[in-house]
């Protein structure tokens, strides 16, 4: 059954205004994962965040996770016309390391 | 460093045909996935080798599909005889440690006809 579950499913915003996806999952795990893909192009690591860990940065990434809501977000600051791209978050789960991921949320800059 | 390569990179067969996807991990990396995406739905997991053993193969569809890694390196995923619902973007993917980040292959695009 699908563990990972990204909100919203399409997203559509003005260059330079900021983007927020949220990942929500349902059983405990050892980190959460953040990938992009471009268009026919495989899945690029974004940014990991530890379960004892609730923020994190690179750069104009900013996730954030909520053990005990079961919930992620990844907020992407001042967007550009090259973060277009479908954005997935993967949990990795404790007992076994299987790395699970949802259907994702394209994102859309608009010029 | 090479990143992982997957061949070919599209593939068109028709129903009850064979076909054969391969993968070549980054050198060193002992784990290797295999995700499956069918249009618009979520990426999902196949199976798990670590080294030359399967780790995890409790998304395989069913008995059709056969994925080896012998010797620990590049891994075969063979599907026998193709159906139509095994359409879809079969990616490879590696990592050098179980929950570490994966490097991704850019995919083989599998139609059905």
């Known amino acids: 059954s699908q563990q990972g579950e990204e909100d919203p499913q399409a997203l559509s915003i003005q260059e330079g205004e900021n983007a927020t996806m949220n990942c929500s999952y349902k059983t405990s795990i050892n980190n959460l994962q953040w990938y992009r893909q471009n268009s026919g192009r495989g899945l690029v690591h974004l940014i990991l965040i530890r379960s004892n860990e609730r923020e994190k940065h690179s750069g104009r990434l900013r996730v954030t996770l909520d053990t005990s809501k079961k919930s992620s977000s990844l907020l992407i600051t001042a967007s550009r016309a090259a973060d277009t791209a479908s954005y997935f978050c993967a949990t990795v789960l404790n007992r076994d390391d299987k790395i699970i991921f949802g259907k994702g949320t394209r994102l859309h800059i608009l010029p | 460093e090479a990143g992982v390569t997957q061949f070919p990179s599209h593939s068109v067969i028709e129903k009850g045909q064979t076909v054969t996807l391969r993968c070549d991990p980054i050198?060193?990396?002992?784990?290797l996935y295999w995700y499956r995406r069918v249009m618009g739905k979520e990426i999902k997991f196949l199976l798990h080798?670590?080294?030359?053993?399967?780790?995890?193969e409790s998304g395989m569809p069913n008995n059709r599909f056969l994925a080896e890694r012998t010797g620990g390196t590049y891994s075969t995923l063979k599907v026998q005889p193709a159906e139509l619902e095994d359409s879809g973007v079969y990616f490879c993917a590696s990592s050098l440690r179980g929950n570490s980040p994966l490097h991704f292959g850019n995919g083989t695009r599998l139609t059905v006809t």
């Open positions: 050198s060193g990396h002992d784990n």
């Open positions: 080798f670590v080294k030359e053993s399967k780790q995890d």
